[in-house]
């Protein structure tokens, strides 16, 4: 690896973290191949996106966030974008060290919180080697994804599903109505915000003094996010169609379940891991389990980095680096540890957690993409500005990410049993007034960070999303979501 390569293996270890598999789980046990086609799209949009990133870090010789504090210039908007992404890396590190706590904890056999704080502890070694050896820890990251991939790709050759189902999900887009939970989740599972300010950060590492080595470090870093993410996505397609073939059934997944044991149940990762045992072995639930493991173990060094990045770069305040690690892992620890005191089934618990996280995080995405759609054709990238159409591309992208959670949270209120998954939230009044609270502060909030580009923004959504928002409504009506206007 050269020196100029590293950075994307540390992004890269975020698209393949405990959420993004527990999610693989969840997808293809309750809807099976069908929805490969979009965990391909965000990946493709995550490729994207994180190249902007790379173009920012690399011209401006800044990262994301301290562009951020430069542009924004109401405190409002400063203190919003800051915010949300720092709440964004909390859930994101809470999401690995849970994931990696459940597979630690079944590989070895010792109690849920006793797993947490070992994972933490070995995640403090880990971070710290990256502030003394710098390209050494990347290496081990990169090394890491090989490692559960490989795992991974162990359990699929071993299943061996279907391939004509398997291109079928990935090239032929299909979504039926019970999979619009899922498919949000899968752009919070993948799309993670923190990531885009992290990649920003890393490439300023990189040193140069002519345009020609400019160059090369941009084509190199490019070359190498692509076969990260690539990779990745080929991880995680291999979770999917695993369990795809344990557990998914058309008929169960109309109603929200899926199939075990020749019946429609509810089913979770700790089942998913004993058919792996069952049907092929111990060795193999191992193969899975060390997989797991190793990826909370990138996702937390990634969520970290980005995390002092996110703070020094909004506040201006630079903690000294064990400070910055202490509070994430107190952080992390806090509601980690709590969840194991939770009486029941903790792997249930864990499941809805890593649920509610995927989908938030799909909340807070808009608030990462937005300021580097708007930095990309800025004036400030001089010869790196995009082509006005790649331009217009981001913010189309953006725009149909923040209409699609609109598209969610309205029709979360109208029809949860369509978009909510059945059990994993309270049904009464008082939750759905809350939720009709956070969508209007949601509006506001997305007004701060847009207010600059209102006009390109309203063109956008006058010419191209308005006819998609009239035929979405129209299908709502006609399916009795939304009540008709000639009902009295």
């Given amino acids: 690896m050269s020196d100029d390569a590293g950075p994307a293996w540390l992004v890269s270890a975020a698209y393949i973290d405990p959420g993004s598999i527990v999610s693989d789980f969840q997808q293809g046990a309750y809807t099976g191949y069908q929805l490969l086609w979009i965990t391909f799209v965000a990946t493709l949009i995550g490729v994207a996106f994180q190249n902007i990133s790379i173009r920012l870090g690399l011209v401006t010789r800044k990262n994301l966030a301290q562009l951020c504090a430069e542009y924004y210039k109401t405190k409002a908007a400063n203190w919003t974008v800051w915010g949300l992404m720092e709440l964004g890396t909390v859930l994101v590190d809470v999401q690995a060290v849970v994931g990696s706590a459940v597979a630690f904890s079944a590989l070895v056999n010792i109690p849920f919180w006793a797993s947490c704080v070992l994972v933490c502890a070995l995640t403090l070694v880990v971070v710290f080697l990256y502030q003394w050896s710098g390209n050494r820890t990347e290496l081990m990251t990169a090394g890491l994804i090989f490692a559960l991939v490989i795992c991974f790709a162990v359990n699929f050759f071993q299943v061996s599903p279907p391939a004509g189902q398997v291109f079928m999900g990935w090239f032929a887009p299909t979504a039926q109505p019970y999979t619009l939970f899922t498919s949000l989740g899968i752009l919070g599972a993948l799309l993670m915000p923190n990531v885009f300010f992290l990649h920003s950060d890393l ?229 759905y007034s809350f939720i009709g609270i956070l969508l209007l502060a949601y509006v506001y909030l997305l007004a701060l960070t847009l207010r600059d580009n209102l006009e390109v923004i309203w063109a956008f959504t006058v010419r191209i999303c308005t006819p998609y928002v009239l035929r979405l409504y129209e299908a709502m009506k006609k399916n009795d979501v939304v009540p008709s206007s000639n009902e009295n």
């Avoid at 996280?357 to 990309?376: D, E, G, K, R, T």
């Avoid at 990410?401 to 029809?415: A, E, R």
Wanted: glycine share 8%; aromatic share 16%.
């Fill in 203 to 431: 490439i300023i590492q990189h040193k140069y003094d002519d345009k020609a080595t400019q160059t090369q470090i941009y084509w190199t870093a490019f070359a190498e996010l692509m076969f990260g993410l690539m990779f990745t996505f080929f991880g995680n397609l291999m979770v999917i169609c695993v369990f795809a073939a344990f557990f998914f059934n058309e008929e169960c997944a109309e109603q929200g379940l899926a199939m075990a044991n020749g019946t429609c149940t509810t089913v979770l990762l700790d089942d998913g891991l004993a058919y792996l045992s069952t049907g092929y072995g111990a060795v193999f639930q191992s193969f899975f389990l060390v997989g797991l493991v190793g990826a909370g173990m990138g996702s937390m060094i990634s969520s970290t980095l980005a995390g002092q990045c996110i703070t020094e770069g909004f506040l201006k305040i630079k903690l000294p680096f064990w400070q910055r690690l202490l509070i994430t892992r107190i952080l992390t620890l806090v509601p980690t540890i709590f969840l194991s005191a939770i009486p029941g089934n903790g792997t249930q618990s864990a499941s809805l957690l890593n649920e509610w996280i995927n989908i938030i995080v799909a909340l807070l995405l808009p608030f990462a993409l937005v300021p580097l759609a708007q930095f990309s054709n800025k004036d400030f990238m001089e010869g790196w500005k995009m082509h006005w159409i790649l331009h217009w591309m981001l913010w189309a992208v953006t725009m149909l990410i923040i209409t699609i959670n609109f598209y969610f949270l309205i029709g979360f209120v109208y029809q949860p049993d369509v978009f909510g998954s059945v059990g994993a939230y309270p049904d009464q009044p008082w939750f």
